[in-house]
């Protein structure tokens, strides 16, 4: 079985600091991906980020890099100068290619 | 390209009165999902299918819920019937290649009272 904990239920971080969400993974799968939404307070689930357990790269995507820790099975998002629309939820989510399993979720707020 | 189209917005229905949910994937994605987001939860997965096959449903309530996806296109959610706890947001999904992640729809925020 998978599971995702991110132990982080609200964070706050002032407009144009950088900011590191918590992600946690469980699996016995030797092959997996690792993925990062945000929900704005609209709703949608917006992609953001992936990155694949044999990368040997951390992904990067504009302000939003993934700071993949193989051996301690962690997947941090790491938001670089914040803007206030970054305020939203933020979801980490593990999948072998199929279904994915998401955390409980993250709230950021982002202040003036 | 238009996203995943999701209907309706909203829905409030009394408990044990039957709901129906649609979505239209994004054009070219073989791969749909069904996923139920309670409040202050992250979404959790009821059914996949690819094209018109359902590959997994294992976490769908199989006595009240049910699901098609005819010709491998649009599909519906149907709760008959709905209680209490059926109270969320439907979220569906799709992609071609879920490496690269799902798209979602808007979803359906479902009151049932």
């Known amino acids: 079985a998978q599971k995702i904990t991110q132990t982080q239920p609200g964070m706050f971080v002032q407009e144009k600091e950088a900011v590191t969400l918590d992600c946690t993974y469980d699996?016995?799968?030797?092959?997996?991906?690792l993925f990062w939404y945000k929900q704005p307070s609209s709703g949608e689930m917006i992609f953001l980020i992936y990155q694949g357990s044999y990368d040997q790269q951390n992904a990067t995507e504009g302000r939003y890099s993934l700071n993949f820790q193989k051996a301690r099975k962690s997947a941090n998002l790491v938001i670089s100068a914040s803007q206030l629309g970054d305020s939203a939820m933020y979801f980490c989510?593990?999948?072998?290619?199929?279904?994915?399993?998401f955390g409980k979720g993250t709230m950021l707020l982002v202040s003036p | 390209e238009a996203g995943v189209v999701q209907s309706p917005r909203y829905k409030i229905i009394e408990k044990k009165q039957p709901v129906a949910f649609w979505c239209n994937p994004i054009?070219?994605?073989?791969?749909l999902y069904w996923y139920r987001q309670n409040l202050g939860q992250g979404p959790e997965l009821l059914i996949r299918y690819e094209n018109e096959e359902a590959v997994d449903d294992s976490q769908l309530p199989k006595d009240r819920f049910s699901a098609e996806r005819l010709k491998g296109v649009d599909s519906t959610l149907k709760i008959q019937p709905a209680e209490l706890g059926d109270s969320a947001v439907y979220l569906c999904a799709s992609t071609a290649d879920p490496r690269y992640g799902y798209t979602f729809g808007s979803g359906t925020r479902l009151t049932v009272v």
């Open positions: 054009s070219g994605h073989n791969t």
């Open positions: 699996t016995s799968d030797p092959s997996y991906g």
């Open positions: 989510a593990m999948g072998r290619y199929s279904t994915l399993t």
